[in-house]
Structures are given as C-alpha cells and as structure tokens.
C-alpha cells in the first residue's frame, strides 16, 4: 500500500477506477453486480470507498470488466 495514503484513499482511488471501467463498457452498477454475482448496492459501495473489498471480489470484478488488477490501482 502506498504509504502516503490512509486505508480510506486507497479504497476509494480503487473505487473510483471500477467506475470509470464500468461506465466505459456502458455497464451499469447493477449490471457489474450481476455479472459478478453481488448484489447492487455492494458496487455502489465498493465504489464509493465504503467497503473493504477482499482480494477475490476484487478479482472477480476485473474479470468482467476484462482489465487487469494494477489497472484498477495503478502505481503512481
């Protein structure tokens, strides 16, 4: 983890490239959790920074959007 950021900036800089990936597909928040299996109101949160995603979701989440993991939180 970046050592200048708090626990809350990460999850919301990973939260703010899930929906930047989403919408460039045309996707939905309920149409993201449906093809990962969530529920919607959990990729609302994930986006908004709110949850503390695991590593599967978070995997499974770049599966559908067809990215790769560092590109949902780059190194700066």
């Known amino acids: 983890?970046?050592?200048n950021k708090n626990k809350s900036e990460v999850l919301r800089d990973i939260g703010k490239n899930i929906r930047q990936y989403?919408?460039?597909k045309g996707w939905s928040?309920?149409?993201l959790?449906?093809?990962c299996?969530?529920?919607r109101t959990y990729i609302g949160a994930v986006e908004r920074g709110e949850?503390?995603?695991?590593?599967l979701n978070l995997l499974k989440i770049k599966e559908q959007l067809g990215v790769r993991l560092?590109?949902?939180y780059p190194e700066e």
């Open 1 to 3: 983890m970046d050592t």
């Open 22 to 24: 989403r919408k460039q």
């Open 29 to 31: 928040q309920e149409d």
């Open 33 to 35: 959790a449906f093809e």
């Open 37 to 39: 299996e969530f529920h």
């Open 51 to 55: 949850k503390n995603i695991t590593i």
């Open 70 to 72: 560092v590109d949902l």
